[in-house]
């Protein structure tokens, strides 16, 4: 897979990609849409190019597939944090870069990573950018980029419909959020690396690959997509008082100073759950479990990231 795509002029650079593929979420929007895609590609020189456009992120993995079977070597992305996290759990392992274009309603991993919504912009980060072998999450068989959690989180991003998402943006979050302050305890069983980590009643288990979480929250001060763990935050806030000063203390970018939080970072975490509770990756909820069984992926993803190639 060829890397020296800033060597020489633009069309020539892009040229040497090789060919890519556009995987897209046809109902998000950036720049001039779509079209406005196709024309820039085509300005910087791309000439094998494969092109699938999906209704929902979850339609993504079989195209990606069949963009690798067809010898991709790039795959532009079109969509926000859901459609990343269902492109991105399909390309790891494989020698294919990913190229975010971020289109969606929340796109904290290109935020985290320093992508903008700007089209012209992204495709050039992922034609000439740097590429940067980076960490995911594995939780119950799926991977993650930005976090993954259990509970109250859960319970929130799922009742944050698609309609209200699309209208109020992260302030969906935080208005489904307010439905759920109420949320119940339960006993929960965590070990990090082997050893035991919590044992008691939680609200909340959250596992971060990158600082800044679902609603735009700086979770995660110390978090890197490429450093080999995972971090691990356990929250005890029971009741609205109590989520209001937790999540205050998250949103000045100090969890650790509130009482009902708990932090730490790990490679292999192992959750029990006494009573069964909704869980999400990337801001998608994928139903209810009792098990979680979460480990860090190093190096699982190469992505375009703003920079030049070292």
């Given at each position: 897979m060829s890397t020296s795509s800033t060597v020489g002029d633009e069309p020539a650079a892009a040229a040497r990609v090789g060919t890519v593929a556009v995987v897209a979420h046809r109902k998000k929007t950036l720049g001039g849409g779509l079209d406005a895609l196709r024309a820039e590609l085509a300005g910087a020189?791309?000439?094998?190019?494969?092109?699938?456009?999906?209704p929902k992120s979850r339609k993504a993995p079989k195209k990606v597939r069949k963009a690798l079977r067809k010898g991709a070597e790039l795959v532009f992305v079109w969509g926000g944090d859901g459609m990343v996290q269902r492109c991105a759990d399909a390309l790891a392992g494989s020698d294919t870069a990913?190229?975010?274009?971020?289109?969606?309603?929340?796109?904290?991993?290109?935020?985290n990573l320093g992508i903008p919504e700007?089209?012209?912009?992204a495709v050039r980060i992922g034609l000439h950018g740097r590429r940067r072998a980076l960490d995911l999450g594995?939780?119950?068989?799926?991977h993650f980029a930005v976090m993954a959690g259990a509970g109250f989180d859960g319970d929130l991003i799922r009742e944050a419909d698609r309609t209200l998402k699309g209208k109020l943006g992260r302030l969906a979050y935080m208005w489904t959020g307010l439905r759920h302050v109420r949320g119940e305890l339960v006993r929960t069983r965590i070990?990090?690396?082997?050893?035991?980590w919590f044992d008691g009643d939680a609200s909340c288990v959250l596992f971060g690959n990158v600082g800044t979480i679902t609603?735009?929250?700086p979770a995660f001060d110390d978090a890197r997509p490429d450093d080999g763990c995972l971090e691990v935050g356990v929250s005890t806030a029971d009741g609205a008082v109590d989520w209001a000063r937790t999540l205050g203390r998250m949103a000045a970018g100090r969890?650790?100073?509130?009482?009902?939080?708990r932090i730490?970072?790990?490679r292999k975490i192992k959750v029990r759950l006494a009573a069964p509770r909704t869980y999400e990756l990337d801001g998608g909820a994928r139903g209810e479990t009792t098990r979680l069984k979460v480990r860090v992926v190093p190096g699982a993803l190469t992505v375009c990231c703003p920079g030049s190639v070292s």
């Open positions: 020189g791309v000439g094998q190019l494969i092109w699938y456009e999906v990913m190229a975010i274009l971020p289109a969606g309603t929340a796109n904290l991993f290109a935020a700007d089209l012209p912009e594995r939780v119950n068989g799926e070990t990090v690396d082997g050893a035991d609603g735009g929250i969890p650790e100073e509130s009482p009902f939080v730490t970072r790990g």
